[in-house]
């Protein structure tokens, strides 16, 4: 079964930084698109970033230059370490894991992240 639970969200000011983790058990990240994904008060979830096998990674425009994903094959666990935080970066924070050449999704509980002076 598998279990995805986020960890590292918090209060920031403007400009400062985050960096979030997903521990992940129940699955081999080679076989999977893992990714983070943000929902803000009012808006429906929406991709920041995905990272797959080989490390190819997609980003959203509004975090590119900001935010970086990676992960730890060997922990099984998914970082984002962002950067440079705006108060629009305020959202719950997901990750999430989609089995290859499948339409089957995994999410974690989420993670509050708010940038706030």
């Known amino acids: 079964q598998v279990h995805l639970v986020e960890s590292g969200g918090g209060l920031v000011q403007p400009g400062g930084s985050l960096r979030l983790s997903c521990a992940a058990s129940g699955l081999i990240f080679s076989f999977y698109v893992v990714g983070w994904y943000r929902q803000a008060p009012g808006k429906q979830r929406e991709l920041v970033a995905t990272?797959?096998?080989?490390?190819?990674?997609n980003y959203a425009d509004s975090v590119k230059g900001r935010f970086t994903i990676s992960g730890d094959n060997a922990r099984n666990t998914l970082y984002l370490q962002m950067n440079s935080l705006k108060p629009e970066d305020t959202a719950v924070y997901y990750c999430n894991a989609r089995r290859l050449f499948t339409n089957v999704d995994y999410w974690g509980q989420g993670t509050q992240v708010t940038v706030s002076s």
């Open positions: 990272i797959t096998t080989g490390d190819s990674t």
